[in-house]
């Protein structure tokens, strides 16, 4: 079992930043590759980024280059999804979820945290 928590949504106005924290735990965690997701309401979810614990590779969208940075903390078992220059379309829940393999798909993902909101206000 791999457990995900979220943490450091918000409200926030458009132009903002935001850092988003997931920490893992449990016994395997490490063997597992971390991805960042978004859902919008009516919308499905999004891939924006992954990391492979071990590695250190990653994968990214191209919607997300330019404004999210992705960084992980071996010490804290904690990775960060760092969000510059919040437009309104950025409301969503964040999820963070692990995933066997580094992968964009969602439903490859095995593990997933309870999701964070973030709001972006005009």
């Known amino acids: 079992q791999v457990q995900l928590v979220e943490s450091g949504g918000g409200l926030v106005q458009t132009g903002g930043s935001l850092r988003l924290s997931c920490a893992a735990s449990g016994r395997t965690f490490s063997d597992y590759a971390m991805g960042w997701f978004r859902q919008a309401p009516g919308k499905e979810r999004e891939f924006l980024a992954a990391i492979n614990w071990s590695t250190g590779s990653t994968r990214s969208a191209d919607s997300v280059k330019g404004r999210f940075t992705f960084s992980r903390d071996n010490v804290k078992n904690t990775v960060y999804l760092q969000i510059y220059s919040l437009k309104p379309e950025d409301t969503a829940v964040y999820y963070c979820?692990?995933?066997?393999?580094?992968?964009?798909?969602?439903?490859?993902?095995?593990?997933w945290g309870q999701g964070t909101q973030v709001t972006v206000s005009s």
């Open positions: 979820a692990a995933a066997p393999t580094l992968t964009v798909l969602a439903h490859d993902y095995v593990y």
